[in-house]
């Protein structure tokens, strides 16, 4: 019997709230495991960390990470701390420190749930985004000069480096060619920006001689938005800057039904560091403390965690449990139902120990 050693971050805002009730399903997989089980350490990293410290994380932070097999991270952001603390102090700080460089968003409608598109059956929708996920547009390089006056600059300089960019393409590549239908899409904007996304076209079409069985094709990111909506089932495995696939994540998860269902996997595919597992959505001030978020982005991901810790039946059977839940009804408001947070995590805590 294995035991996995977890870190959990909830963060902010209802990050506490569908951790909590990811913890306590993955703890229900673990008592019904005879292969695993979990030690869970809690770290209280996010807005009342720098609140009392002034600080998002530890100047050891990582470091106390760093033995982790997986990190579970809830949501960060609060509406009285800027973006720039709570972002670069905590999540950009962990996916930078640990390279985990390949962040992977999979879409599909779940059982029961419904995509706003007419006409569109789960069939037509079934993708994995990659998303380069330690340069590119969120390199943090620019600057502002003449601040205030009317001559002011600000430059916000996209960084693509070759070994940057060949990497995520590899391993999009190496997924789409893992998947049934072998397919990849390169997403760029390559028409108007004339460098970095020339680099991505260029690296490419390098990579593609090493996967001839994976067919693929190019799009700008404007028509990729248009063929999400119109012609989703052309589409498997999409590979995007960092900028870009965030857009187009987000896209994808309201057309899956919400953004509550939505999970992301933070990769450091060569494992020399741990890899980090959330949900997409942010922290929502709006509904926080009411009970109400909807938990399946956080179990989602904890099957994400599982499969990456080598826990392929676990994984799957945690996400037939949870597609049992949604295909029953008891759904979350934001997925037109009126169950709790409560009520949606024991429906799939019963689903697992009936199974
Ligand atoms: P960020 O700044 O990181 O994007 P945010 O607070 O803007 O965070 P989002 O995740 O972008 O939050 O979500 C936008 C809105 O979608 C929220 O304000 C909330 O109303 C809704 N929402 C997000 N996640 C959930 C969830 N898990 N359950 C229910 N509603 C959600
Ligand atoms: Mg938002």
Redesign the pocket.
């Known amino acids: 019997m294995k035991t996995y050693v977890i870190a959990a971050i909830p963060g902010d805002?209802?990050g506490p709230e569908?951790i909590g009730a990811g913890v306590a399903v993955l703890q229900s997989l673990a008592r019904h495991s005879n292969r695993f089980s979990l030690a869970v350490t809690d770290f209280d990293y996010g807005s009342d960390h720098y609140r009392r410290h002034g600080v998002m994380m530890p100047a050891d932070g990582l470091d106390r990470l760093r033995g982790f097999d997986a990190l579970y991270f809830g949501?960060v952001?609060a509406p009285d701390i800027p973006d720039d603390v709570t972002l670069w102090g905590l999540r950009l700080a962990i996916c930078q420190g640990f390279d985990q460089y390949a962040n992977v968003r999979p879409t599909r409608i779940l059982a029961g749930l419904r995509s706003p598109l007419r006409d569109c059956s789960p069939d037509d929708l079934d993708w994995v985004i990659v998303r380069e996920n330690s340069e590119g547009e969120y390199a943090g390089q620019g600057g502002r000069s003449h601040r205030g006056h009317p001559e002011e600059i600000a430059t916000e300089v996209a960084i693509f480096t070759r070994a940057g960019v060949a990497r995520i393409m590899r391993f999009a590549f190496a997924l789409a060619q893992s998947r049934p239908r072998k397919r990849l899409t390169v997403v760029t904007k390559s028409n108007a920006q004339r460098h970095g996304m020339v680099l991505w076209d260029e690296i490419a079409a390098e990579t593609a001689t090493q996967f001839p069985d994976v067919a693929w094709d190019k799009m700008l990111v404007d028509a990729m938005t248009v063929r999400m909506v119109h012609d989703p089932a052309s589409l498997d495995t999409v590979v995007a800057t960092n900028l870009h696939a965030d857009i187009l994540s987000d896209l994808a998860a309201a057309l899956a039904g919400?953004?509550?269902i939505a999970p992301t996997a933070n990769l450091n595919p060569e494992r020399r560091f741990p890899s980090m597992f959330e949900?997409i959505?942010?922290?929502?001030?709006?509904?926080m403390g009411k009970g109400?978020?909807?938990p399946v982005?956080a179990f989602w991901t904890a099957a994400q965690m599982l499969d990456h810790l080598g826990e392929t039946e676990a994984a799957a059977r945690l996400m037939a449990a949870v597609e049992l839940v949604t295909a029953s009804g008891i759904r979350?408001?934001?997925l037109g139902g009126e169950a709790t947070t409560k009520q949606v995590t024991e429906a799939v805590i019963g689903a697992i120990e009936q199974g």
Not at 281 to 287: N, P, Q, V, Y
């Open positions: 805002g209802i569908v949501a952001g919400s953004i509550g949900p959505h942010g922290s929502a001030f709006d509904i109400i978020a909807n982005g979350t408001r934001d």
